[in-house]
């Protein structure tokens, strides 16, 4: 079955507090009660928002307040009823919601976003002790990805999160079997189409969504712009994009972490916000599927960067993404209906959808 | 040890983590590139402190309360090996072992600095 259907994503700091509780706990509580489809809690490895503080796993003080990322999926109604429950609770932090296909159930036939010209992104909601064919489904299903020629795709496990429509929570005691995880993937049209209908044979009873994007760079190599969207659409509502930059951890720029220098060089020249998530396996480009390797003491997982921002900003963090990427990483751009941007005497955009047509 | 001695550690101690925690919390914000600044200053200040004080021959429950209490909290063991595992994650070996051999020279140097003029 295929549905139009939004996500919900909303970046925000692990200690942010409403009152007693933990503004996590209160979000996926909202998002449990309102029977949300998929849900998954990420936590980031490096960051920064609005207030251009740096938050990073790699120093122990700078480590108690990590980003965080809450993303829901449901059908579009169901998000629209949750957003004033949930929109009141974020004082500090950023809210977006985009357009996706949602294709659940049986999948049969591959139904695409209108336009097969540009490439689709797709993701795929799990739970990680989700088995297919005797091996983690997860494994299994970037294996089938990577054959199918799609240029990437990252595995994120969540802390917290809903897989078929049950809550599956991360316990410091606890094998934590099957939290939620996403894996991230993109393609050209044909490719997603073509992989749909294995993938729901391989998973059974998967939850996946597509989405309209564009595949700038691959293994560092460029193969498109951006596209330089307007700033508003037809009825004056504020468009956003996000560019999201796929490399292993183990990537370089400069002789440094690629990521790394990314998250630097951006919070160096004024963005308002990037976001470092670390998968647990995946690949890019022409790489063999990577994770950790046994007793290296480099990491090999891949890592995923998102950057949202206006389109013209988001034009000068393209450059900069361009430079860094200049010797490995996928980069994906796309646009974003509705940014909502909550910070100390701070207020951008809203939640209404734009609507633009290109 | 006195019990007075007991209740002053435990007090001192929980100020030096907090010390710590707000001394580490205003260098690292500040600093870009991967080398960890602020635990490496906490550390060669707590060397360089300890020596003063023993140069100084502060002993009994003042050394106990002063530097067990203290530096034992504002002081870090487990960060400093924390933060170079990390480094090495990211590839950045050399700033690994810069941060291993500068840090055990410039500690000696320190602790040797605060002994000579506590000593005086």
Redo the contacts between chains.
């Keep these: 079955m295929t549905e139009d259907c939004l996500k919900l994503t909303i970046y925000f700091g692990e200690s942010d507090r409403l009152g007693r509780r933990l503004l996590s706990d209160a979000l996926l509580e909202a998002f449990e009660q309102a029977g949300s489809r998929a849900a998954v809690l990420l936590r980031a490895t490096e960051g920064f928002g609005i207030k251009q503080?740096?938050h990073t796993?790699?120093?122990?003080?700078?480590s108690e307040d990590l980003p965080l990322v809450a993303v829901a999926i449901d059908r579009r109604e169901k998000i629209e009823a949750l957003l004033p429950r949930v929109q009141p609770l974020v004082e500090g932090g950023l809210i977006t919601l985009e357009r996706a296909r949602m294709v659940s159930g049986a999948v049969t036939k591959a139904e695409l976003p209108e336009q097969l010209n540009e490439a689709t992104k797709l993701t795929v909601y799990l739970g990680r002790a989700e088995r297919a064919s005797g091996r983690p489904a997860y494994i299994a299903a970037v294996d089938l990805l990577r054959e199918h020629g799609l240029d990437g795709a990252t595995v994120l496990l969540g802390v917290d999160g809903m897989a078929h429509a049950a809550r599956h929570r991360a316990r410091f005691f606890s094998r934590n079997a099957n939290v939620p995880l996403m894996i991230i993937a993109s393609g050209s049209g044909e490719q997603v189409q073509d992989v749909l209908e294995p993938l729901g044979r391989l998973l059974g009873n998967p939850l996946l969504t597509l989405e309209r994007v564009r595949v700038c760079k691959r293994d560092g190599r460029k193969l498109a712009e951006p596209r330089h969207l307007p700033e508003r659409d037809e009825a004056g509502l504020g468009v956003w994009q996000k560019l999201m930059v796929h490399a292993a951890?183990?990537a370089?720029h400069d002789g440094?972490?690629l990521y790394?220098q990314l998250i630097?060089r951006l919070r160096?020249e004024g963005a308002t916000g990037a976001t470092a998530l670390r998968g647990i396996w995946g690949y890019s480009g022409d790489r063999q599927p990577h994770g950790d390797r046994f007793l290296s003491?480099?990491?090999g997982v891949p890592v995923v960067t998102v950057i949202v921002d206006q389109p013209d900003a988001i034009q000068r963090w393209w450059k900069v993404v361009d430079e860094v990427t200049d010797e490995a990483g996928l980069v994906t751009s796309e646009m974003v209906p509705a940014f909502h941007s909550v910070g100390p005497d701070i207020q951008r955009g809203g939640l209404r959808l734009a609507r633009l047509r290109f | 040890m006195s019990s007075g001695a007991w209740v002053g550690l435990a007090l001192v101690g929980g100020v030096g983590a907090v010390a710590r925690?707000l001394i580490?919390?205003a260098i690292?914000?500040r600093r870009?590139g991967?080398f960890?600044l602020?635990?490496f200053v906490i550390n060669i200040a707590g060397a360089f402190t300890l020596g003063l004080l023993t140069g100084a021959s502060v002993t009994g429950a003042w050394l106990f309360i002063l530097g067990t209490g203290f530096l034992g909290s504002f002081t870090t063991f487990s960060?400093w090996i924390?933060?170079t595992?990390?480094?090495?994650?990211?590839?950045?070996?050399g700033v690994a072992g810069a941060n291993l051999g500068i840090s055990v020279v410039a500690g000696l140097a320190a602790a040797g600095a605060g002994w000579a003029i506590g000593a005086l």
């Design positions: 503080q740096l796993q790699r120093l122990l003080t700078l951890e183990d370089r440094h972490a790394l630097r160096e003491l480099r990491r | 925690f580490d919390g690292s914000p870009e991967p960890p602020g635990t960060t924390f933060e595992d990390r480094l090495a994650e990211d590839g950045e070996e």
